[in-house]
């Protein structure tokens, strides 16, 4: 049974690019949340994901966005990237109905020059 | 504004010895969740308490939840070198839009 998974496991950016994360969470899971991690820093809650739909977004501008695919897969967009963006990003999934047991893949760590 | 502070933030301690780290906030949580996270990897779930004044064993591990379900503590007994890492809390009010803490980093010499 594999767990979440999350690609890449790296990557390199300038500056005003876009980038495109992506994430297939464990067997069973409908629920995805996605986290930024600072370094240093706890991870922060970016949005969750269920049903195709964005239920619940944290503190983040609209330059961060997702999508969540039937086979419950998803993706997080950020658009003009700033050097701040540079973090490792979390991708966590959980069963609605159960969602206080996430479990967190390895993450994309994103380096912004 | 960080909702839920850890202290200490870094912590060095021998093979054997106990510790506590604190996860402290002025806001009550529905419940409180307490990872560790190691180097390349995602947070792994330890325990989550969600009744105040709740206390969880998990081995050489005890996991309080305060009273007033604002803070809790996480003691290790007879820490191993393999308990190292950042461990992280994270609370939620209901909405499960868990908001972590700041981390504790501990390193266990052997």
């Known amino acids: 049974d594999a767990g979440v998974t999350q690609s890449p496991t790296h990557l390199i950016k300038t500056r005003g690019q876009q980038v495109t994360l992506r994430c297939s969470p464990k067997s069973g899971h409908d629920t995805v949340s996605w986290y930024q991690q600072a370094l240093g820093q706890g991870p922060q809650f970016i949005f969750q994901?269920?049903?195709?739909?964005?239920?619940q977004r944290g503190n983040f501008p609209d330059r961060f966005s997702g999508h969540q695919f039937p086979n419950y897969s998803s993706e997080l967009n950020v658009n003009a990237l700033l050097l701040g963006d540079s973090a490792l990003y979390l991708c966590?999934?959980?069963?609605?109905?159960?969602?206080?047991?996430?479990?967190f893949g390895p993450g994309t760590r994103l380096l912004v020059l | 504004t960080q909702l839920l502070e850890q202290s200490p933030q870094f912590l060095s301690i021998q093979e054997g010895e106990n510790l506590t780290v604190y996860c402290n906030s002025s806001?009550?949580?529905?419940?409180l969740q307490w990872y560790r996270q190691e180097p390349g990897e995602g947070p792994v779930l330890l325990v989550t308490v969600v009744t105040g004044g709740e206390v969880k064993k998990l081995k050489r591990l005890t996991f309080q939840f305060g009273d007033a379900r604002k803070d809790s503590s996480l003691h290790i007994t007879a820490a191993q070198p393999g308990d190292t890492g950042l461990y992280l809390c994270?609370?939620?009010?209901?909405?499960?839009?868990?908001?972590f803490g700041t981390g504790t980093r501990l390193k266990v010499l052997a």
């Open positions: 994270a609370g939620d009010r209901g909405t499960y839009k868990y908001i």
């Open positions: 994901y269920y049903e195709e739909e964005e239920r």
């Open positions: 806001s009550v949580f529905s419940s």
């Open positions: 966590a999934s959980s069963r609605s109905g159960n969602q206080e047991t996430q479990y």
